[in-house]
């Protein structure tokens, strides 16, 4: 399991809500499931992670509402969250970053991938 | 549920929201989000095997301590309080006509028949910027100046915010605004708090990477230029003088604004058939128009058939070459790096501004800035 920076976890969600519109522990399941495991996101970063998007505009949100095991009569609300088309832009330059620094760690990393470590 | 399982979770929850510091609609939504969340996590490890007991403490341990989450909630509606940063190249605001209020000529019921289309001076908004100002904030009753501008830069991502500025039109920082708004639009709320400014307005600038928080008239004093415009036809002695036009304008253009008018920020010559306006940028639809109207209505008086109005928009054409003359003759070349530019309808210079707005004279406005003198017809000394 890794955990991943800032830039690179809103990269995951963007990525994650790019696929279908999805609530906060829906969110997370989806990670570690895409990941098999590998990142994981618990609630207390995503949901300001979350808030912090919606803010600027990367995610609209909207509620549903859904049966709840704890209370009688009308359900509680569900919060749902989709990526906007500023979020796509966003998610967009995300992935170009991305693939920039990777492309340019390879240079480095390429000449030794096959080399034997030195004692 | 076991009544032990439920108090807990409503302890973690109350406390959680007792923890913030947002209004009270948008505490409960983030205890309803927190609770579901909550719910949900507890049937997936009861599904995995889990007893309830340990489900409820397991899910509540991922959320971590109440008041930390609250807390960063918090914070994400606090965030770049300090990270204001100078940021140069300011656009003009294409949408602040539209937070200024002033907008368009349209009919309303009840008076006579338009004879011209109404006219909107608003360039389209830039979909970022219609985003923001679609953006909801909070503000309850001790909300400030500065409370209302963090969240805006917030949701725009951080930009500038020059407080001198709003200082100088009454809205410093600590200033109550005595609004509440729970999820109220960016747009609409500024556009209320706008009516309490006589000649000036509180205005998003988009920059690079966000926006500018800035007033109406510091925007105007960047975008001074100079522009020519066309009367050919349109003044004479009997029908409609030279001052008729220039009252028309000083009265429907952003009266208050012109020196004649016991105004600092623009002012008008004519001399023969054309007249010069030194004014923001944003006059120049406006006045345009207005002088295509007294075209239109003299063209239809002489039986015409309303004959093609010159130039963009109307009566601007930016006849450069006069206004060059003039300039050349008095040895008075725009110092900022403006150049004429045919048709372009003013000064464009070589800075940033895309849409060709400029101070003339450059040096942030000050050198562009209508001087005192009053300029009647004739006076000539641009």
Redesign the interface.
Known sequence: MSRPQRDDLELVVLAVLADSAQ????IT?AVDARSDGRIRV???VL??LL??LE???YVTAR?DE?S???TEGPG????WYAL???GERRLAQHIEAHRARVSMLETFIAPHADAEPTP | MKPGEATRTDAWLDEFERGMRAPAKRRRELRDEMETHVEDRVRDLLVAGQTEETAHERALDELGPPRALAESLDRVHRAHKRSMMMHAGVFVMAGAALLTGVVSLNQTPGTPKAIAPAMTIDAPLDDDLEALLATTVYLDTDSTWENLFEQILDAAGGSIIDWDDFDRIGASAEEALFVSADDAPIGVVLAMLNRRFDNDAVVLAPVSGGVEITSQSAIDARTVRLTAYDLSGIVDDDRVTSDDVIELITSFVAPGTWVDCGGEMARLSIVGDRMFVEAPARYDDRIAWIISQLEEGRTTAAGGAGRAVPGQGGGAVGEIPLVEAFLNGRNSEPTGGGRPVPGAGGWQSNASDPRGASSLGGGGGGAGRPSSTNRRPGAGDF
């Not at chain 1, 609530?23 to 829906?26: D, P």
């Open positions: 609530y906060g522990y829906a399941k618990g609630p207390s949901y300001p808030a912090r803010k600027s505009g509620w859904v709840s095991d704890r509680r609300r569900r919060k906007s088309s500023k």
